[in-house]
């Protein structure tokens, strides 16, 4: 769908969006990398359905200017060669955004970039070829388990989000003693559900490790997530949850700005 | 000098490909297979003063992008021939 067709069904169904309620004006920023191909999805519902200010960033480029929240979006990076993510990692923008989050500064990574930040070590453990082997493109349920974070703030603990994944590594592998760090740190965010909220083993659609959908660092700025919050942002696509997300994000930053100035 | 490297899923990663070639590998016929384990193999020449600092550079490039050890292992070989 073009950015045209978008802007004029989201006007069309305006009623059903009031974009993200923010005295704060967010700075969002998108990563291109070659081979990215939900950058435009990422922006449109940032812009079109959320009413966010976003900006593209080019991967060959340094990170320069102030952004509140660096999302690093799905696709195949550099072809996805050697492994999902090796060879992003090392682009320009990265040194810039290791910087970024080692300050302090939100970092989303949706899909492949879930798996770019598992490879540059923002994240811990890694991700797999999915365990049935087959690429996997569904709707799923998550289960939100800890909302101590600027990106679950919004939403309530046990609250079932749908949003689809899309994917043929999203397996989460973590060796025990990594995991255990995840489970003490309570870094686990999102598992896969049913959709009574339970996680079994026909929910898992790739077989992660307990479930994992989503996990954030220690210090909770950085989060790594497989399901794509940005294709659920508006009806017509069939799920809004996914703005609980980014809603999350801006009602933290805006939080932030109030203590901080 | 050239260098070949081996890069394996670690033991205890699963490894759904090496699953479905060893069920292949049983319907034809060969039964006696187990554990099958898929990796990658790549071959590079490298320009070094030594085989010392040959080994040193090879190992950091396999620690910071051939690899990545949170679930792979690897290991090379370097002879001296191109």
Known sequence: MSPETRAVQAAVFSTQHSGLVTQYAMRWGVIIFPGSCDDQDVFDSLKVDLRQTVKFLWHKDELAGNYDCIVLPGGFSYGDYLRCGAMARFSPIMQGVVKFARSGGLVLGICNGFQILCESGLLPGALVRNAGLQFVCQQVHLRVEETDTPFTGAVKKGQVLKMPVKHGEGCYYADPQTLEGLHRNRQILLRYVDVKGRATTAANPNGSLENIAGICNKKRNVFGLMPHPEVACSRLLGSEDGAQIFHSIAAARTDRAKLHG | ?82
């Open chain 2, 1 to 82: 000098m050239r260098v070949k490297i081996f890069v394996l899923l670690k033991n205890g990663v699963l490894d759904p490909q090496g699953n479905a070639i060893e069920r292949s590998l049983h319907s034809i016929g060969y039964e006696e297979v187990h554990d099958v384990r898929v990796g990658k193999y790549l071959e590079l020449d490298i320009d070094a003063p030594s085989r010392a600092v040959a080994e040193l550079r090879v190992r950091e490039m396999c620690d910071k992008l051939l690899a990545n050890t949170v679930i792979e292992d690897y290991r090379f070989e370097i002879s001296p021939e191109s």
